[in-house]
């Protein structure tokens, strides 16, 4: 197994394991056409990117972690380069969702407590390679990236009942912050990462 960065050509790969190990979220909802161009987006980004551990052998993508320097930045990013074409191919999901969009769009400033703008966005790993540390090692990569880009703090999102997110973050160093809900009546748990105690 090695981790690489992700490019252009793995972005299809991305939003399908977004889609199928991540079920209970509100990007997933807007299906895998909108997800990925969100991760072309990210891997594009010069603030943003993605790690993945692939098979050495066939360079099969098993897990990744997305992360950026600043939420806020890749959701303009996103709106203005693909705002119209992201948006047209999950309109109808778009629409019976419109309280969601603007939760997710409010995110991060909402949250009306001093976090870090930098954020792994998505951890997932194919649920037939899972309990082998892929999801730690591709943490663990993009917090090193975000701190040799300078980023001293780094934040994650969980569901406060996602118990086996709760524990990878906190083997990878992150510490419980706040208590947040992004969207109505979800309880979400936001973690910190510190590249001061690594």
């Known amino acids: 197994m090695k981790v690489r960065l992700a490019d252009v050509a793995d972005s299809t790969r991305l939003a399908h394991l977004h889609a199928s190990r991540i079920t209970d979220g509100f990007l997933p909802s807007l299906g895998p056409a909108f997800l990925d161009r969100l991760y072309r987006r990210i891997v594009r980004s010069a603030d943003s990117f993605a ?14 972690a997305a992360a950026t320097s600043d939420v806020g930045r890749l959701y303009r990013s ?7 074409v992201a ?3 999950a309109a109808p999901r778009l629409l019976r969702s419109w309280r969601r ?7 991060p400033s909402a949250d009306g407590t001093d976090l870090p703008a930098a954020e792994i966005l998505t951890v997932a790993v194919d649920a037939d ?6 999801g730690a090692l591709v943490v663990d990569a ?6 040799e880009r ?15 997110a709760l524990r990878l973050y906190e083997k990878c160093g992150f510490t419980v912050r706040s208590r947040i809900e992004i969207h109505e009546g979800v309880s979400s ?3 910190v990462w510190n590249s001061s105690s690594r």
């Open 101 to 107: 969009v603007l939760e997710t769009v409010r995110y």
């Open 189 to 191: 748990e936001v973690l």
């Open 129 to 134: 390679f899972g309990g082998r540390g892929i």
């Open 78 to 84: 996103f709106a203005i380069h693909d705002g119209l």
């Open 142 to 147: 993009a917090t090193q990236r975000l701190a």
């Open 87 to 89: 948006g047209a191919v």
């Open 51 to 64: 790690f993945v551990a692939t098979d050495e052998g066939s360079d099969r993508v098993l897990g990744f």
């Open 150 to 164: 300078g980023e001293a703090a780094v934040k994650v999102v969980a569901g406060s009942d996602n118990v086996a």
